[in-house]
Structure formats: C-alpha cells, structure tokens
C-alpha cells in the first residue's frame, strides 16, 4: 500500500494547530460525527493543513479517488478503498483528488473507554489498511446519525464499537486465543469439567498433549504452572457464580469439583483475600453503591 513515502518537516509542536471539531473542547455534543469527505474538504480546496486533535480518534473510509496523508511526518499516497486510523495526538494533514469520496467517523475517545482504553493497543497508533467490504458499516452509521428515535445513541454505539473491531481485524494482527489455540482449547475443556476433577494429566490426554508438554505450555503462555492456570480458571468461574447467582457457597463449591467446602473456601481467601461469603456481600454492597461488579 506504501508505493510512495516521504517526510514533511513540520515545525515546533507548539506551532501545530489544535482544531476543536464540533465542540471538542469538553464535553463533546454528541456520541461522535460522522460526515462525508466532501462535506469537509471541497471548501478547503481539497487539502486539510497539518493539525491534531487532542480527544478525538479519527477513522476514514477513501472509498473512491486519491489521496496524499501525511501522519506524524510519514506520508503515504494508499490505494482506495482505505481505512485511515487516526489516533488523538497524531499531526495529519490531507491533499485530496478533487471528487475524492468517502467518509470521516470522529469519536470522542472518553465516550468509548471499551476501545481506546489499554486493552485495544493496536489503535494508538496511525496506520492504513484495505477498506474494501466497510462502506457499508459507514453508511449505515451515517444514517443512524441523523436519525432523532430514542435508541439513536444506543444503535450508534453498537455500530462504532463493530466499525472498529472490523478495522482491527482488517490489519491482520494476531489474536491471542489464535497463538495459543490449545490454550484456548484448554480453558474450553477446564469450563466443560469443572465438577469432574479432572487432573493435569486428564487435560493432557484431552488435547492430545504430554504431560511435561502442556505444562511448558501453561508456563509459557500465561506465567502459571498448568496447575495454576486450572485454578485461576475454576476461581474465575467461582467468581462469576457468587456474583450472578444466588447458589449457596457450599453448592458452589460443588460445581466447581471441590468435595470439601473449607478447602474451597481457603482455596478462594488465598487467592483473592476474601472468603465467599464476604466476596458476595462486597458485590451486594458494592452495587447499592453503584459501583461495577468485581470480575
């Protein structure tokens, strides 16, 4: 996609304008904007000078035309149809063909922790892929946008969150469940027997692994013993059931494939300080605070 690179020298960074889109400046108007590439770059002559934006995350569709995209002294001259991820802080600049089509999305990054938080690493940085298949997905949250229904903000939430999951997936960047897929396979089969009590040796024989195999595997995918991973999994689940369920401590215990109550629950202190029952009423009390569950 890089047939041709150069560096633009741009002056000090205090130099580089800040643009405030659409009230940028706090808060942001709406859950995000999305507007056409005409919209914003036939009054500019087609050419966008070099600017940043400090609490916008920027996506473009190029669906049709060219375009020159300078980021961060980078610039590249991509193929339509391209995706342009833009993160906040990133300088860009654009000289677009006159006619050039497509779609700019901007999304208050505070209003989608879920995406631009820690977690999706991938999108803190700048980067263009092929953009074939996604002119759809833009339409659609073009439409949403204008619309005044009471669910408005809910649908364009749901439909920029899948925008850009399709876009990380588009680059190509390995999923972690896709390295380690006997990991996986493992943590599948740990939730299949949970009250079974099945050992080290029975998940090995499951995956068609060694013992001394699967625990370089555990070791090396997670930094846990195989055995420690198998626990770390049936305390997740036991974390999941206090919380969503009304089960009994003890009915708890048994589902996880503990005989003995008080070994479950010293089990659960050693591994997260408290016992059930005080886990439990932290969540209860947790909650009445408002406060998000602890997972």
Known sequence: MDAEEECW?????????VWHLYGEASPFPDILHIERIVDRAAGMDWRIAAHRHVNLHQ??????????????????RPEPPVVLNIPPGIVHAFVFAAGTDGHVLTL?????????????ALLAAPFHVEGSGLSAAFERISALHGE?????????????????CDVCALTGAPDPAARQPRLARLEELIRSHLADGWSVADYASALHLSDRHLRRLCLEAS?????????????????RMLAYTRMQVQMVAYALGFEDQAYFTRTFRRCTGLSPTEYRKKLDADEAAGQPLVQ
């Open 9 to 17: 020298y741009f002056p000090a960074m205090n130099t580089i304008p």
């Open 59 to 76: 996506i473009f569709l190029i669906r049709r035309g060219s375009i020159a995209v300078t980021m961060d002294g980078r610039t590249v």
């Open 108 to 120: 208050p990054t505070a209003d989608f922790p879920e995406l631009f938080g820690p977690d999706v």
């Open 148 to 164: 005044t229904s009471a669910l408005r903000n809910l649908r364009l939430r749901a439909a920029a969150t899948d925008l850009v």
């Open 223 to 239: 930094g846990l013993s195989a055995h420690g991973f198998i626990e770390q999994v049936r305390l997740r689940e036991a974390c």
